[in-house]
């Protein structure tokens, strides 16, 4: 394999990211020990690597609302439909000439 001789931690990342994803199609798992080794070997601190765990299973334990996930759309929903209220009010209001 051709390879160059050093990468970006952005192009670094990239790889080490779809390498993962590509053991993940297989099936593979890893526990917190072996994420532990596997990032000290690659420079990554144990507390950052803690840190990043915490995180995960906080949030993957978390479940997310269906209002958080949607809060944009339903804010829209009821600019739009106060608006057409609004709309709807001052147009029987308004005596048609």
């Given at each position: 394999m051709?390879?160059?001789r050093g990468y970006g931690d952005a192009d670094a990342k990239r790889i080490i990211?779809?390498?993962a994803e590509i053991d993940a199609e297989r099936g593979r798992q890893l526990d917190g020990?072996?994420?532990?080794?596997?990032a000290a070997e690659a420079?990554?601190?144990?507390?950052?690597?803690?840190r990043a765990l915490r995180e995960h299973e906080s949030t993957a334990l978390t479940p997310?609302?269906?209002?958080k996930r949607h809060r944009t759309a339903i804010?829209?929903?009821v600019v739009v439909a106060a608006l057409m209220l609004t709309w709807f009010v001052m147009r029987?209001?308004?005596?048609i000439s």
């Open positions: 051709n390879e160059r990211q779809r390498a020990a072996a994420l532990r080794e596997i420079g990554i601190s144990p507390l950052a690597v803690d997310v609302s269906w209002v804010v829209i929903a029987m209001a308004t005596p």
